[in-house]
Every structure is written in structure tokens, then in C-alpha cells.
């Protein structure tokens, strides 16, 4: 029986490349590591919660994963777009959606999506 969700596997050709994007673009803060700095890296928010965790395919003679889709939220998504295009990042227009997100959307270097997400009630 399944008892809870641990964490999103993400296989890179360029895993330490990556993990820099999400540490100090996005700023995901580091939970932990099963290897070292650039394999095995868990990044999230909470240590009890569930994760991204980014892997050098090339170590472990696997392909890289598909492209995923990770939606991560803002309290303000205008200081946070203003914040991201100061660090050089590309992104969609910001839309305001009627069932209440307010949304930007831009890519990791290895084509995954990321869906930044301000709610309103």
C-alpha cells in the first residue's frame, strides 16, 4: 500500500549544472544529499515533505528523465518575475487566470517546465 510521496526523481546529462539553477536561480533551498554536491541532491522546502531530487544519469548509466512539469508557488509573482530577470532568466508572460492563479512560466535547462503560481481567493 503507498503511505505518502518522497520525492521527484530528475536524471540530468548536466545534474550539476541544474542543481545550481534551482539553488541559486529559483532558490530552492538544499535539504540534503545521498552523494555529494552535484548527484543525489534533494531540494524542497521542508525537510518531512516531498522533494525534487536531481541525479548525474551519466554516473549511474541511465537515460535522462522526460520532461516534467513542476509547479512552485509565490506569495507575489511581480517581485518574483522582477527578481528572475535580473538573474538573466527567460519568461512567458505572467496571465491571470479566473479560477484565481496568477501564473509565469519559463524552463530549466533541460527543458522542464516550471509553472510559478500566485493564488488568490
Given amino acids: 500500500m503507498i503511505t505518502g510521496y518522497y ?4 536524471f540530468s546529462e548536466q545534474a550539476k549544472e541544474l ?17 555529494d554536491e552535484s548527484n543525489g541532491v534533494y531540494l524542497g522546502f521542508l525537510e518531512d515533505a ?11 548509466d541511465v537515460q535522462p528523465t522526460g520532461h516534467q512539469s513542476f509547479v512552485f ?6 517581485v518574483t518575475m522582477e527578481g528572475l530577470k535580473k538573474k538573466g532568466v527567460a519568461l ?12 509565469v512560466r519559463l524552463n530549466d535547462l533541460d527543458g522542464n517546465e516550471i509553472v ?6
Fill in 7 to 10: 520525492c521527484t526523481n530528475i
Fill in 19 to 35: 542543481i545550481g539553477f534551482y539553488r541559486e536561480v529559483l532558490e530552492i533551498p538544499f535539504i540534503k544529499t545521498d552523494v
Fill in 50 to 60: 516531498p522533494t525534487l531530487c536531481i541525479w548525474d544519469c551519466k554516473v549511474f
Fill in 73 to 78: 508557488q509565490t506569495d507575489n509573482l511581480d
Fill in 92 to 103: 512567458s508572460e505572467a496571465i491571470r487566470y479566473e479560477w484565481g492563479t496568477y501564473e
Fill in 116 to 121: 510559478i503560481t500566485e493564488f488568490h481567493s
